[in-house]
C-alpha cells in the first residue's frame, strides 16, 4: 500500500516547549504488611510509578481532560465489517483465519482514517481492541517496504516491557502474513540481540523508550526512514517520566509521517504530544477517560487492619484465578511466599524481576499452574489474561488511573469480571476520593474471615494451610536465528493466533 500521506503536513508544529510533566504526584496508601495493618514496607517509592512521594492523606489527582483538537478535515465515516476497509488482500485473509470478522468500535471508527493516511488521537479503554487498531494500518501501510540495516520503517512506542511483548504477539501473524520484520527492543533483555535484529533489517520496531535510546545512542538504529509511528499508553509514558526520551525519539522521525497516539485516558499530560506531533488529528474517544467498563462490577470491602492478610490469603484460596495488586516489591514477594506457605499457588510480578522470570511467572499464570498472581503497577497495563474474573486492590491504588488501569485486566472484550478493593478504617475517605475521580460508584460491605458476604463477592475460601513449592517450568527453545525478528518464525512467548490485538471473534474477540 502506497504510504503516501493524503493531508498536508506542512502545518506541523515543531516548536521546543518547556518542561515535561511527570505524573499526578498523588501519594500512595499504606502498604500491606504481614500482620495486615497497614505499615511501610521499607522500599522509598511505589513499584511501577515514577515520582511517587512520601506521607499520607493527599487527594487523588481529580480529572483534567486536555481541550480535545477540532479536527479542520472531517473523517472518513465508521465500519461495521473489515471487509469494508482499504486493507491488502494479506491481512484480510489473516483477519479470517483468525475468525475475526466485525472490528471493535475503535478500530471501527479509527482504521478507515488511519489506513487513509491522517493522524489519530484515539481514546479507549483496555481490552477495547486498541492493538490492533494502532497495528492493521502501520502493517498495511508498511506493507511493501523493505529496511535498510537499522533504519526501521515504522515505530510503536509503548511503556514497559509487557505491553511490547503484548503488542509484538498480537501482530506478529499479520506481520507474517504481508512479509513484514518485527524487531522487539526493550530494556532487561539483551540488547546485542537487539541491535542484531536492528542490523539484518526490521520494518517495524516495537520499543520502549529508553532502551530504542540506547540503541540509538549506540549507532544501532536511526528513525530517519520512520514514516508511521504510533504512541500506545503515551499517559502512562509521561507518568513514568519518559516524556524527555519520547519527545527526543519523536524529533529524529520525519516530520512528514503519519503519527497515531493511543491510549486508555488521555489527560493533561499528553496535551503537549498531540500540540506538538499531531497534524489535523482525527479525533475518536469511544470511552469515557472515566468510566468503567459496564460489565465490570466494583467492590469495596471494608475490612480491619488485624484482618486484611487473613482475609487477602482466603481470597487468593479461591477457585480460580485472581491477580492481587500491593504497592511494592517487597509487599508482593512476602504475600506470594505467606500464600505459598497457606497452599496457595502464588507467584510475585515487578519490576525487580528479570524479563524472563516475568514472561515465565505470566506463562505460568495464564496456564493455571499459578492461580494468584500479586503484582505490583508492572502489570496494571499490557497484560491480557482471558477469562480473568477477578481483580484485588490489597493495597489501594495511588490515583483513579491506576484504579482503573488495573481493573482493566478483567472485564476485557466483552467478558465480565470484578474489582475488589479491601479498605481499612483509615483509608475510607482516601477511597472515597479516588472512586469520585474515577465516576464510580462501588458496592460496599464490611467483612470478616469467613464471612458468607466475602465469598459471595470473592469466591474466598479458607485454603489448605499445606505448603506449595511451585515446580519450575521447562524452559521454551530459544530460536536458532539471531536476533529478534519475527519474519518466518514466531518469537519465543507468541502466542497462537496472535493472542491479544482482535476485533470480534465470531461474535466477541479478544482485544487489547
Known sequence: MNPTRTNNRSARNRRRSGGASYGSGTVPAPRFGRSGAPGRSGNPGRSGNAGGSGGRGRRPAAIQEFALPETVTPPLPAVESFTDLDLPAELLAALTAQGLTEPFPI???????????????????????????????????????????????????????????????????????????????????????????????????????????????RGDCRLDRVAVTVLDEADQMADMGFMPQVTALLDQ????????????????????????????????????????????????????????????????????????????????????????????????????????????????????????????????????????????????????KDYLHRGGRTARAGESGRVVTLVTPEQRREMTRLLAAAAIRPQTVQVRPGDEALHQVTGARTPSGVPVVLAEPTPAPQPRKRGASSRGRRGPGARRGGGNGGGRQSTLGKAA
Not at 493516511?117 to 477495547?128: A, E, I, M, N, Q
Not at 506531533?277 to 465490570?296: C, E, F, K, N, R
Open 253 to 400: 522521525v520525519g516530520a512528514d509521517g503519519q503519527r497515531m497516539l493511543f491510549s486508555a485516558t488521555l489527560d493533561r499530560n499528553v496535551d503537549r504530544l498531540v500540540r506538538r506531533y499531531l497534524s489535523d488529528p482525527v479525533v475518536h474517544s469511544v470511552d469515557p477517560s472515566q468510566g468503567a467498563v459496564v460489565t465490570m462490577e466494583h467492590h469495596v470491602l471494608h475490612v480491619q487492619g488485624a484482618d486484611k492478610h487473613r482475609i487477602t490469603t482466603e481470597i487468593a484460596a479461591r477457585e480460580g484465578r485472581v491477580i492481587m495488586f500491593v504497592d511494592t516489591k517487597r509487599a508482593a514477594d512476602r504475600l506470594a511466599k505467606d500464600l505459598l506457605g497457606n497452599g496457595v499457588r502464588a507467584a510475585a510480578l515487578h519490576g525487580g524481576k528479570s524479563q524472563p522470570q516475568r514472561t515465565r511467572t505470566l506463562a505460568q499464570f495464564k496456564t493455571g499452574h499459578v492461580t494468584a498472581l500479586v503484582a505490583t503497577n508492572v502489570a496494571a497495563r499490557g497484560i491480557h489474561i482471558d477469562n480473568l474474573d477477578l481483580v484485588v486492590n490489597v493495597d489501594l491504588p495511588s490515583d483513579h
Open 107 to 217: 478500530q471501527g471508527a479509527t482504521l478507515p482514517n488511519s489506513l487513509a493516511g491522517r493522524d489519530v488521537l484515539g481514546r479507549g479503554r483496555t481490552g477495547s481492541g486498541k492493538t490492533l487498531a494502532l497495528g492493521l494500518p502501520l502493517l498495511a501501510r508498511t506493507a511493501g517496504g523493505r529496511a535498510e540495516t537499522r533504519r526501521p520503517l515504522a515505530l510503536i512506542l509503548v511503556p514497559t516491557r509487557e505491553l511490547a511483548q503484548q503488542v509484538t504477539d498480537a501482530l506478529t501473524p499479520y506481520a507474517r502474513a504481508v512479509r513484514l520484520r518485527l524487531a522487539t527492543v526493550v530494556g532487561g533483555m539483551p540488547i546485542r540481540k537487539q541491535a542484531n535484529a536492528l542490523r539484518d533489517g526490521a520494518e517495524v520496531v516495537v520499543a520502549t523508550p529508553g532502551r530504542l535510546k540506547d540503541l540509538i545512542d
